[in-house]
């Protein structure tokens, strides 16, 4: 055969191979929807009562064809109150779902709330009045170094902000004793930041955490071996206005935030309550909703929602099982032309140097970056 012949013929197979995979994605995709609606009578109410199906059960598909599932969310029941704790959302702590979970529900503009790394006095307390003027319900990662400081009086008023955040109705998640790169610590240590930090949160509020966020999206897999034997789960974010290098620039916060809700439809915002431009990006990121509402109202377009953070992690929970079938159901199909990615465990997160962990998970590519600086 000459060269011409073989390029031809190379390229031929390649076509068939691509058009073979585009249509096994396809198929699993629509399996997907089918499993979802068939079995989940509340999500098929759910889902006729507001936007259409399709954007709901959005994939995405990585260079092997691998289906990487975005799944559906059930619209939280906003009348009943949510139980504490609640029951597991991703009870094997897998870092892709805590991924999912922080993406929402696609194109639903549905806006979450977190903050990380206090109670911190002076900032944290400062938030707290405007959220609760706001009527939001967020989510607070802590580092509970502060709970147990020799300096007073910052320990006691890292302890009452602690209690005033469960009062007015937000969560609290570990974030570890001290805020550092878990894949980089030895495994006793990797314990003692995350269960002291438990013991410290539990001694102030009477509850253990079961929410966990690795600072700087940073984990090993002996880390989520530990979460998952602590039936811990993960919840990560998808919107990072890298605050902390936005130092005093409220506005620049408040913009960042902005453009990302913008780009993605909506999705689980990270801010830091520990600095001052951070807490102070708040009321501007509201006022925007507000008056960016106003005009998709004129305009007969849906609104951005802000949701109510537990009550979120209860809807969600519906949603994972729609996940897994349709991850399930996608790996089959996938499993004849990319056996070897799909075999592959997802969990790898945003791994921290000299990890050992080699299974780079696809999905990975498009989760945001960690804030590896953040303090
Ligand atoms: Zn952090």
Redesign the pocket.
């Given at each position: 055969m000459g060269r011409r012949q073989q390029r031809a013929a190379r390229r031929s197979q390649a076509l068939a191979f691509r058009a073979v995979a585009l249509l096994a994605v396809g198929a699993a995709v629509a399996t997907g929807v089918l499993m979802a609606l068939s079995s989940h009578p509340r999500a098929r109410a759910a889902l006729n009562l507001r936007i259409p199906l399709l954007p709901r059960l959005l994939a995405t598909v990585d260079d092997a064809g691998h289906v990487e599932p975005l799944g559906v969310v059930v619209p939280p029941d906003a009348a009943r109150a949510p139980s504490w704790p609640p029951p597991l959302l991703n009870p094997e702590a897998r870092l892709r779902w805590g991924w999912d979970l922080s993406l929402g529900r696609p194109g639903a503009r549905e806006v979450l709330f977190t903050f990380?790394?206090g109670p911190n006095p002076g900032t944290t307390d400062r938030l707290l009045p405007m959220l609760s003027r706001a009527g939001i319900h967020a989510a607070f990662?802590v580092?509970g170094w502060r709970l147990e400081s020799s300096e007073e009086p910052l320990r006691s008023r890292a302890r009452q902000i602690l209690r005033d955040i469960v009062a007015q109705g937000h969560i609290v998640g570990n974030?570890t004793v001290h805020?550092l790169v878990l894949p980089q610590l030895p495994p006793d240590r990797v314990r003692y930041e995350i269960e002291h930090n438990a013991d410290l949160i539990e001694e102030v509020l009477g509850e253990r955490p079961h929410l966990f966020?690795p600072?700087?999206g940073a984990y090993s897999e002996d880390v989520r071996r530990h979460l998952v034997a602590r039936g811990n789960e993960l919840w990560m974010w998808s919107i990072d206005p890298h605050d902390y290098l936005l130092v005093n620039n409220a506005e620049g916060v408040a913009q960042a935030v902005i453009t990302a809700l913008g780009n993605h439809a909506g999705g689980t915002v990270l801010l830091?309550d520990t600095h001052p431009w951070s807490v102070a990006a708040v009321p501007k990121i509201l006022r925007w909703l507000d008056t960016e509402n106003a005009e998709r109202a004129l305009s007969h377009r849906a609104p951005y929602v802000i949701l109510d953070a537990p009550h979120y992690l209860e809807g969600a929970r519906s949603r994972l099982p729609q996940i897994i079938a349709a991850e399930a159901d996608a790996s089959a199909a996938a499993a004849h032309h990319a056996r070897d990615a799909s075999a592959a465990e997802p969990t790898t997160g945003v791994m921290g140097e000299g990890d050992t962990d080699a299974s780079a998970d696809p999905g990975d590519a498009a989760a945001p970056a960690a804030?590896r600086d953040?303090?």
């Open positions: 990380d790394d990662f580092c974030h805020h966020r600072p700087y830091h804030d953040a303090r």
